[in-house]
């Protein structure tokens, strides 16, 4: 063994790649900052730097709002694939990939149990599923999630994040603005409170319908929130979009949203205004 070949043999080589995670860091999409993955979740996946609230899937949201405990209630079953639509792929397909990737089969999860005491019904819709896109399964999700409410005799909390309505189901997927509604009517009638809580992004028909129809609207920090896109707004009307335009802050600023709360409040705030809302409106 030559000189070389023993030095070599003696250094302490770092581990082979496929030993080291790949997931050990996490690049911010705001500030471009570097975070140890593990400590922006425990941050409730809220930049430390920059403050920038990303956007988490069902089950992360869930276990951030509610009590342990909770039960995850079944997705109703639709048909599927109506108009046997096709573009660059089939969207049985599509599905069979975006249910591959996610816990759950389609984009809007309802879940019963607590926050902070205080029963409700939470639905999380995930951006992460096809774009958080509205079909008849999300609107029959919804539905289920007032019946649920309306039989618990406890509020109906949304977390909306879309791009909008699903086009792989065409009016189909626009009739669950009016579907919606009527539920949403229901959940009014029998005197329980329905809370919005905006995130990043909520737009489309979901804004244009049970998104804007609550008896509170709380968002997120720096959420997108609009009907049609900014470029879209900008070429209509020929004239130079406000600063911060669609944001919640901006939305708050013009009415159109209650209160913007950080994701480390929300949980509380949400608490104290079924508490406060519940007992009286339920009476």
């Known amino acids: 063994m030559s000189w070389l070949d023993r030095v070599r043999n003696s250094l302490p080589f770092p581990a082979k790649r496929e030993t080291t995670p ?32 990303g956007r988490i899937g069902t089950d992360a949201r ?23 639509f ?18 759950h089969p389609d984009a809007l999860t309802n879940a019963f149990g607590a926050i902070a005491g205080q029963p409700a019904v939470v639905g999380v819709q995930d951006f992460g ?3 958080g896109s509205m079909g008849m399964a999300v609107g029959a999700a919804f539905v289920a999630g007032a019946e649920r409410a309306i039989a618990e005799k406890c509020g109906y909390v949304i977390v909306t994040a879309a791009g909008g309505a699903r086009m792989q189901e065409g009016i189909l997927s626009l ?6 509604t009527v539920a949403i009517r229901r959940l009014n009638a029998a005197g329980l409170p329905y809370i919005v809580v905006l995130t990043d992004p909520t737009t489309g028909g979901v ?9 509170v609207h ?16 900008q070429d209509t009307i020929r004239e130079k979009l406000p600063q911060g335009f669609q944001r919640a802050e901006y939305l708050h600023a013009h009415g159109m949203v209650d209160m913007v709360v950080p994701r ?7 608490a104290e205004l079924l508490a406060y809302m519940a007992p009286a409106r339920a009476a």
Not at 63 to 78: A, C, E, H, I, W
Request: glycine letters at 8%; hydrophobic letters at 35%.
């Open 22 to 53: 790949d997931n050990l860091w996490i690049k911010c999409p705001g500030c471009h900052e570097m975070l140890f993955t593990r400590d922006y979740e425990a941050n409730l996946s809220v930049c430390p730097q920059c403050g920038l609230h």
């Open 62 to 84: 869930l276990g951030q709002l509610l009590d342990p405990g909770y039960t995850v209630l079944p997705t109703p079953k639709v048909k599927e694939d109506p108009l046997k």
């Open 86 to 103: 096709r573009d660059s792929k089939r969207y049985p397909d599509r599905m069979k990939a975006a249910r591959a990737a996610n816990p």
């Open 129 to 131: 599923f096809m774009g």
């Open 175 to 180: 009739m669950q603005m009016p579907k919606t």
């Open 207 to 215: 804004t244009a319908s049970y998104a804007m129809l609550g008896d």
């Open 218 to 233: 709380i968002a997120e920090p720096g959420a997108l929130i609009g009907f049609a896109g900014q470029r879209v707004i």
């Open 264 to 270: 480390s409040e929300l949980r509380e705030r949400i």
